[in-house]
């Protein structure tokens, strides 16, 4: 009997051609859903439509099974990441319309923490791509400094980190959200995939000193509880770190950062996959000095800032208006009122959109429940929440 011959170079320039028909495939795909999105803003219906998600995904694991030999979970996960893909193309055409005088800029000027490849860089870059716009890079040194450079007009948006899954919220974001002029007009949520980088020598042994941003620092904090000799060096963002490590050159020094910004800055990944939590997610909020107009036919969220006064159970009376009025909190976080000893800021994320009638009407309660409050902005929700399909 004769044995079948398995030539690698020929399989491999046999998946080329069969990868290149399914860009293609995707790339036909893409164009169908800008056409839903036309016919959508005809008829006013919202992008998103879960009976026809669940219709879809029952269809497609059925055919992979019967027809393919395919897993439903290999199905469900891939045509998630379609069906997210499709969702936020739709978002950002509606978006566009809704707001024509951004939509005709194909630029912009976007200060970020960082240098290229920072997190924060790499934030910038997803976003602003989805709306098709080109980046102006404006690289800053802290939170501060975005804010500032937006404010004066030196900028047209601010990328600003607001909560990990790891480390949870970043508090210096929300303080610079207390005093400032500028609005939420979207929002963005990154994996965040640290490693220990450092020069291509480097052993994980050797290492004693850690560069790093504190962020990276408290999100890989048991991966390092292991590493009790390990002395920390701050730096201003994990571009910083990794610069200086490169800089000095030295076996027993090592940053915190993302693999291929690694290679970028010449250094090497030494270990993988060292923070806390797989899900090591941040979510970035985009900030400008004007509001954006949300389309109705997309998910909206609006942000408020609220102080409450020190009586017993007013921060709970203001929750319960959010309850009279079926108004969803996704987020509440507290921070001090400088100056004010002992009083406290809200921080208060709600499925809505502003123009909502129940959302105008919980507003005005609030007004007079509170003794601050101010819209900090209302976006789209681009937290594309995946239809689950009960599979037998
Ligand atoms: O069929 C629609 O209504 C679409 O918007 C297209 C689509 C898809 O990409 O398949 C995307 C979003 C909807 O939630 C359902 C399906």
Redesign the pocket.
Known sequence: MTETTYSLDNIRLRLNKLDDELLSLLSERRKM?LE?AKSKVQTAKP???AA??QQ?LVKLINAGKDKYQLDAEYITKLFHTI?ED??LL?QAYLQNLANPETCRKPLARVAFLGDKGSYSHLASQEYFSRKNTDLIKLNCQHFREIIKTVESGHADYGVLPIENTSSGSINEVYDQLQHTTLYIVGELTLPIEHCLVATSETKLEEVTTLYSHPQPYQQCSEFLSHLPKINLVSCSSTVDAMNKVKALDKRDTAAIGNATTAKLYGLQPIKGNIANQTENHTRFIIVARKPVEVSSQIPAKTTLIMSTSQQAGSLVSTLLVLQKFSINMTKLESRPIMGNPWEEMFYVDLEAHLNDENMQQALAELTKLTTHIKVLGCYPSENVKPTQVKIN
Do not use: H
């Open positions: 859903s839903v992008v998103r439509d026809r998600e879809l069906i499709s969702v739709q």
